[in-house]
């Protein structure tokens, strides 16, 4: 059974929370680009360190 326009209109609509940060203008903040850039610099850090330790135990 159908339901009217009226009950529709009535339900809250849900969206994912990435859903309303990436609809926001402007420029990122400058601590989220700072946590972005060292979240990188250590995953990138980290391929060597592994490679490095991995070489040194024999791998």
Same mark, same amino acid.
């Given at each position: &059974?159908?339901?009217?326009?009226?009950?529709?209109? @009535?339900r =809250?609509? !849900?969206?994912? +929370? !990435?859903? +309303? +940060? @990436?609809?926001?203008?402007?420029? =990122?903040?400058?601590?989220g &680009?700072?946590?972005? %850039? /060292? /979240?990188? +610099? !250590?995953?990138?850090?980290? %391929? =060597?360190?592994?490679l490095? %330790?991995?070489?040194? @135990?024999? !791998?």
């Amino acid at each position: &059974m159908r339901q009217s326009t009226s009950q529709q209109a @009535a339900r =809250p609509q !849900f969206a994912p +929370s !990435f859903a +309303s +940060s @990436a609809a926001r203008q402007g420029s =990122p903040s400058v601590k989220g &680009m700072l946590s972005d %850039i /060292l /979240l990188l +610099s !250590f995953w990138v850090a980290m %391929i =060597p360190a592994v490679l490095l %330790i991995g070489n040194a @135990a024999g !791998f």
